[in-house]
């Protein structure tokens, strides 16, 4: 496995980066984020004739979660069917089956209508048992039925070792390439008169009419509507981040014999549960297996992880060669497993928001665009109710409350000790939190020796940061901020890096 991580999808291409925002400018409807929600919604709008900006923090677009996801088109939910019927009842079960369909749809529509050459193709689903038995495979087969979704019974799913079984096949997946696809909706979305700034981080949201939008420079935009379309939104009201808890999932990609696994998307039971698709390289096939989810900032295990990973993929897939390719994602896991899309709630005007994706990113980011941009043009959209970040879900009080007690737990480290006493202790290469008195600090020590040293405390809420050795990155365990090794954001919600401490 190589040393360093990295994802299967990197592509560079011109296309994905754009100029910083340099003033201040007006718009239609301008949307912070540049990964699937955030583009695909620009470019619905622009097709309508919206005057849009894309205001994205990173570089390029699409180099958030969007380049470190698996990109499975699946509408099967992976919170399961039977639990969101249970929390949520049958007829928005069959809407969350319709919407995620519905986003497939679209993506293939749009693929089709702008001839995007990206490595679509429509798949099978199988949802299989893992080591805890069938018991989920046969409440979901009970819950199918009932809501008249459509699957189908087999005695295994087309692995070329170890015969898994019973499972379910669900027609009418997908998988594609994301970055070839978005980076030519970056080109879309310019070439209908919409503009795209990297490297323009927007740390503050007015909303109202008009909403306005302030950069970290200073810079600022106006528009009639403004999208949060950042993974986890940053600026959009308190309550939502006690709605999401952050995960970090993981994923290999490992050559395989061209043609030695079908194409098709593959999900175990277990939890966290396996994933498994396959991805056409450059110059190989790729197996690409994913799974072994933790709360973020809270593991530091990560090798193992991965090493895991690779060791239940041989196992299934004796003939797959070697891993080029290892790296992590993050997503945000909501009570009911649905995400959190449209209005922010409370009284925030024309102020909208994609998040919760629940680990179908590439769906809900989707048919989050098309919600969004439905209420924007005021349309009705039949999935409003089912995604409306003001639901209240008295179904899923029991997670709610799990995962929010699991947050306050956090906050504890203010008391614990430090990992180690000095810097002297801390390898090269590798980051520990050491306390001073009452502080507590982040201290990075380089290849070279060089130690760099940081305040631990999280500027987004107050708490202390965890050291990710697989990824050299400072986690948040609170609500999945992360930080460079160095202390810059990688990730929000905070909006600010860790505070550098200045040596006397």
Not at 211 to 221: E, F, I, P
Not at 380 to 408: D, H, I, Q
Request: hydrophobic fraction near 40%; charged fraction near 20%.
């Amino acid at each position: 496995m190589p040393t360093t991580t990295s994802s299967v999808w990197s592509l560079d291409n011109p296309i994905r980066t754009g100029a910083p925002l340099a003033g201040n400018t007006r718009y239609d409807v301008g949307v912070i984020g540049g990964g699937i929600a955030g583009l695909t919604t620009a470019y619905l709008l622009a097709c309508e004739g919206k005057s849009v900006v894309v205001l994205d923090a990173k570089p390029a677009v699409a180099g958030g979660e969007t380049e470190f996801t698996t990109a499975h088109l699946a509408w099967v939910i992976d919170d399961r069917f039977a639990r969101v019927a249970l929390i949520r009842g049958d007829e928005t079960a069959r809407l969350a089956a319709k919407s995620h369909l519905t986003a497939i749809d679209l993506i293939e529509e749009i693929i089709k209508r702008e001839n995007i050459a990206c490595d679509f193709r429509r798949t099978d689903g199988y949802l299989f048992p893992g080591t805890d038995g069938n018991d989920i495979i046969r409440d979901e087969v009970v819950t199918l039925t009932r809501l008249g979704l459509i699957f189908e019974r087999v005695d295994h799913v087309p692995f070329p070792a170890v015969a898994t079984g019973p499972a379910l096949r669900f027609p009418d997946n997908g998988q594609f390439h994301p970055l070839k696809y978005l980076s030519d909706i970056a080109g879309l979305i310019r070439k209908k008169g919409g503009v795209i700034h990297t490297d323009t981080q927007v740390v503050k949201v007015e909303n109202g009419s008009p909403c306005v939008a302030h950069t970290k420079l200073g810079h600022t935009v106006t528009a009639g509507a403004i999208v949060i379309a950042t993974n986890t939104p940053f600026d959009a009201g308190p309550s939502l981040h006690f709605k999401l808890a952050a995960y970090v999932t993981y994923a290999i990609a490992l050559e395989v014999p061209a043609g030695h696994v079908s194409p098709a998307l593959f999900w175990d039971t277990e939890d966290p549960y396996h994933y498994v698709r396959t991805a056409h390289g450059t110059d190989a096939e790729f197996l690409i297996v994913g799974g072994e989810d933790h709360k973020t900032g809270q593991a530091q295990d990560q090798q193992e992880r991965w090493e895991r990973l690779e060791a239940w993929a041989r196992k299934r897939f004796p003939e797959s060669g070697p891993a080029r390719h290892h790296w992590s994602g993050q997503v945000f896991e909501t009570p009911d497993g649905l995400g959190l899309i449209g209005r922010a709630p409370g009284f925030r005007d024309n102020l909208y928001v994609i998040t919760g994706d629940s680990g179908m990113g590439m769906t809900h980011g989707t048919l989050g665009a098309r919600l969004v941009s439905d209420l924007i043009l005021g349309r009705t959209n039949e999935f409003a109710g089912v995604y409306s970040p003001s639901r209240w879900m008295p179904g899923a009080l029991k997670t709610l409350l799990e995962e929010n007690a699991n947050l306050a737990a956090q906050y504890g480290d203010w008391l614990t000790g430090g990992e180690v006493k000095s810097a002297s202790e801390i390898p090269n290469g590798h980051g520990a939190i050491i306390r001073h008195g009452l502080s507590k600090s982040a201290v990075y020590k380089d290849d070279k020796g060089q130690v760099h040293e940081m305040s631990a405390v999280c500027p987004h809420l107050g708490g202390i940061v965890q050291w990710n050795p697989g990824e050299k990155s400072w986690d948040c365990p609170c609500h999945g901020s992360r930080f460079s090794c160095k202390g810059d954001v990688q990730h929000g919600p905070a909006v600010e890096g860790l505070k550098a401490i200045e040596k006397t």
